[in-house]
Each structure stands twice: as structure tokens, then as C-alpha cells.
């Protein structure tokens, strides 16, 4: 099985940072698309970040300039760095991850089981 385990999650006050991490495992050839998405309670989940493989990055309005997505694909793992974080930040954070099993196999889909990130103002 392919596992996605994030961490990294925690409580910061306002104008602090934080760095999560997702890793991947299991019977992975390679990576395509890594993304981090969150959910805040009572809202839709949305896209934070995304990153190819080659390191092609998108970012939601709300968090450019201030959040980074980068990734190490001998690890694979991706990264998102959050910097002057806000109360409207809090949510629970989600990598996804497009993963093949054998060169030019077809790509699968996969969550991690998400990590909480609260701000305190």
C-alpha cells in the first residue's frame, strides 16, 4: 500500500510560521502532481499549493507571498512553508499525492490522513 503521512502541525500565534511535511511510502515508482489542501470547520476543503514533478508550483489568492510549496523527490516528500500566518489559517492541512507503480503506469490518487495547524490571534 501507498501511505501519505504529514507533520509538522501545531499551534502558533498570529505572524508566526510553520512547516509541515508530507512523506510518501510504499510500492512507488515515481510522483507526479503533490499538492496541500485544507479545511477549515464548516468549509468546502480548497487548494493550498500544488507542485509537478519538475517544480512547476500554483498557490490559492489568499496564501501568495506567504506560503511555499517545494518538495525533495529522493524523499519524496513535499513541503509547504507558512509564513506571517493568520487566525484565518487555522484549518486541518492535507497533502495529495499522483503516484505510478511501474514507468508509464497509470497515476493513483492519494490522501494523508491530514495534520492540524491553529492560529491564535
Known amino acids: 500500500q501507498v501511505q501519505l503521512v504529514e507533520s509538522g502541525g501545531g499551534l502558533v500565534q498570529a505572524g508566526g510560521s510553520l512547516r509541515l511535511s508530507c512523506a510518501a511510502s510504499?510500492?512507488?515508482?515515481?510522483?507526479?502532481?503533490m499538492a496541500w489542501h485544507r479545511q477549515a470547520p464548516g468549509k468546502q476543503r480548497e487548494l493550498v499549493a500544488r507542485i509537478t514533478s519538475g517544480g512547476s508550483t500554483n498557490y490559492a489568492d489568499s496564501v501568495k507571498g506567504r506560503f511555499t510549496i517545494s518538495r525533495d523527490n529522493a524523499k519524496n516528500t513535499v513541503y509547504l512553508q507558512m509564513n506571517s500566518l493568520t487566525p484565518e489559517d487555522t484549518a486541518v492541512y492535507y497533502c495529495s499525492a499522483d503516484i505510478a507503480y511501474t514507468s508509464g503506469g497509470r497515476l493513483y490518487g492519494y490522501w494523508g490522513q491530514g495534520t492540524q495547524v491553529t492560529v491564535s490571534s
Open positions: 510504499g510500492s512507488i515508482f515515481s510522483i507526479n502532481v
